[in-house]
């Protein structure tokens, strides 16, 4: 099984619109991460938030955690066409390697 | 900013070939990662390295995979004999010790194409 699954897959919205990833996970964990991939780029991290947070901002973004449910959601505001990437989730595993969800693919129309 | 870096950011290959791929990670992070994505599919953790020695590897990181960390600066990922479906991104994360986070900083990684 997978730790750290994203929902959807691919979303495609408007700027200006409101943009809402999920991430399931399956073990305990004491922080959860976002990250940002461009295409055929390398990944950028956006936000961390630790097991004993229930939500954090930055900017733009939104993120929450339920550990009761094992589940994120990263919501971006506002977005714009330079939003467009894909979005990973990940949760360290043995305090030194993170392990990456299968990312939502975001994609902005002007 | 200080960042990771690596080369080459592409590289062909006949399968069969041993490929090199350099990364130097940012100056006072000590641990080092390689994780791979084929194309349009998930980021995968391959290796970590922390203290000149490997600390962690996946199912993926058989015997013709290896690193090292020849010297201060370098850390390298070295495929002894390409295959096919080794085609893929590899990249190159780094870490400072004392993180009690686990933010991991990548590369822009090495496309890897073997043919």
């Known amino acids: 099984s997978q730790q750290g699954e994203e929902d959807p897959q691919a979303l495609s919205i408007q700027e200006g619109e409101n943009a809402t990833m999920n991430c399931s996970y399956k073990?305990?964990?004491?922080?959860l991460q976002w990250y940002r991939q461009n295409s055929g780029r390398g990944l950028v991290h956006l936000i961390l938030?630790?097991?004993?947070?229930r939500e954090k901002h930055s900017g733009r973004l939104r993120v929450t955690l339920d550990t009761s449910k094992k589940s994120s959601s990263l919501l971006i505001t506002a977005s714009r066409a330079a939003d467009t990437a894909s979005y990973f989730c990940a949760t360290p595993k043995n305090t030194d390697k993170l392990i990456f969800g299968t990312g939502t693919r975001l994609q902005v129309f002007p | 900013e200080p960042e990771v870096t690596q080369t080459p950011s592409h590289q062909v290959t006949q399968m069969g070939q041993e490929v090199i791929l350099r990364c130097v990670p940012i100056s006072n992070h000590l641990y080092f990662y390689w994780y791979r994505q084929i194309l349009g599919q998930k980021v995968e953790f391959l290796v970590s390295f922390y203290n000149n020695e490997i600390s962690e590897k996946s199912e993926i990181f058989d015997d013709q995979f290896s690193v090292e960390r020849p010297d201060g600066s370098n850390f390298t990922l070295k495929i002894r004999s390409t295959k096919l479906e080794d085609s893929a991104m590899y990249f190159c994360?780094?870490?400072?010790?004392?993180?009690?986070?686990?933010?991991?900083?990548f590369g822009e990684g090495s496309r890897l194409t073997v043919l």
């Open positions: 938030i630790r097991s004993n947070e």
């Open positions: 073990t305990s964990i004491n922080n």
């Open positions: 994360a780094s870490m400072r010790e004392g993180s009690n986070t686990g933010e991991l900083f």
